[in-house]
């Protein structure tokens, strides 16, 4: 049988290539999907340049890693990018000088990039291949900013909140396809994302280590057991964790409120109804009116 076979955006550098090695050391194939290479020679691995942020690359990239071995069995959606715009730090005052249309390439890469290699990974986890059941696993690295607000990065801190939205809302209908889906939420992390200075203000011990999350991708997709024909089970589907220094910190969904029918179960059941027909009926008119 074919070894199983990752596709992780961003793997180039940081935590993603901290994922890829250890993956590589658990005999698995990885593709790596990413605007430059890695700065190593990596066995097993294929590197293909991506920028999730176009539709058609990032297609053409899932299309290859399928192709590579037949099979795909686990996704890291965890290609980011910082904030890259202000809005009430820059108020001019000043008549003469209104605001400049903003910087959008943080939401553009984080959430819509992440949004179509989610659609991807549903399509390739799901064809028929090698591996012993359909289906798979998604981890999307979203940010302790996808948690807690942070105030000086608002539309990074957006984007991450879109993503713990998205894997919170996703989780039970990917369920029935045999796919789960989860996100990592990590705190500050030694990598090149952090602008130079960040890092300085802050001791060693405050930052989180790799090693705590490459616990909470094992944890979350039990990456050791993927030839097992029940890998993919309920267990921890939607769960969305903070990586914060040595610490998992599970962060459930707020409650409903009582009395709110129609975000109860059975309030869930009338959303269906109407929107599952009608969204299907515009994807199969054609689908999205940007072609990257
Ligand atoms: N480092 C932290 O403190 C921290 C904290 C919370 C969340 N995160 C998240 O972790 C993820 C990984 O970041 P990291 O800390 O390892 O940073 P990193 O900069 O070391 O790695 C990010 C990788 O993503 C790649 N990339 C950037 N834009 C891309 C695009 N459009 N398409 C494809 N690849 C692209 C980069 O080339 C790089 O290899 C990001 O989503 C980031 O938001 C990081």
């Known amino acids: 049988m074919a070894p199983p076979i990752a596709l ?3 793997a180039s550098s940081g935590i993603g290539l901290a994922l890829t090695k250890h993956l590589l050391e658990k005999k698995w194939n990885v593709v790596i999907a990413d605007v430059q290479p890695p700065k190593e020679e990596l066995e097993n691995s294929l590197f293909i340049p991506t920028d999730i942020s176009s539709w058609d690359q990032q297609a053409s990239t899932f299309k290859q890693a399928y192709e590579w071995n037949s099979r795909l069995d686990f996704v890291a959606l965890n290609a980011g990018i910082d ?11 000043d008549p003469a ?57 608002p539309q990074y801190a957006a984007s991450k909140h879109g993503l713990v939205g998205m894997v919170r809302s996703m989780a039970s ?8 889906i ?35 991708f094992t944890e979350l997709a039990d990456l050791d057991n993927v030839d097992k024909p029940d890998w993919v089970e309920d267990g921890k589907n ?20 009582n009395g709110s029918r129609h975000l109860s179960a059975e309030g869930m059941r009338a959303w269906a109804e109407t929107y599952v027909g009608r969204n299907r009926g515009f994807v199969e008119e054609g689908g999205g009116s940007n072609s990257s």
Do not use: W
């Open 8 to 10: 992780i955006t961003g």
């Open 83 to 93: 904030d890259r715009d202000d809005i009430f730090h820059s108020i001019s005052k």
């Open 97 to 153: 000088k209104p605001p400049t249309r903003p910087n959008m390439r943080t939401i553009d890469v984080n959430l819509t990039g992440t949004y179509y290699g989610i659609k991807l990974a549903a399509h390739y986890l799901s064809l028929p291949s090698s591996k012993p059941t359909p289906g798979g696993k998604i981890i999307v690295t979203a940010s302790a900013a996808g948690i807690y607000p942070l105030p000086v990065i």
């Open 173 to 180: 209908v990917a369920r029935p396809h045999n796919i789960t």
């Open 182 to 216: 989860n996100a990592i939420c990590p705190a500050l992390v030694p990598t090149s994302l952090p602008p130079p200075g960040l890092l300085d203000h802050f001791s060693p011990d405050q930052l989180t280590p790799m090693a705590t999350l490459i616990r909470a």
């Open 238 to 257: 939607g769960e969305v964790v903070e990586c914060n220094i040595e610490n998992l910190i599970y962060h459930p969904a707020p409650a409903r409120p």
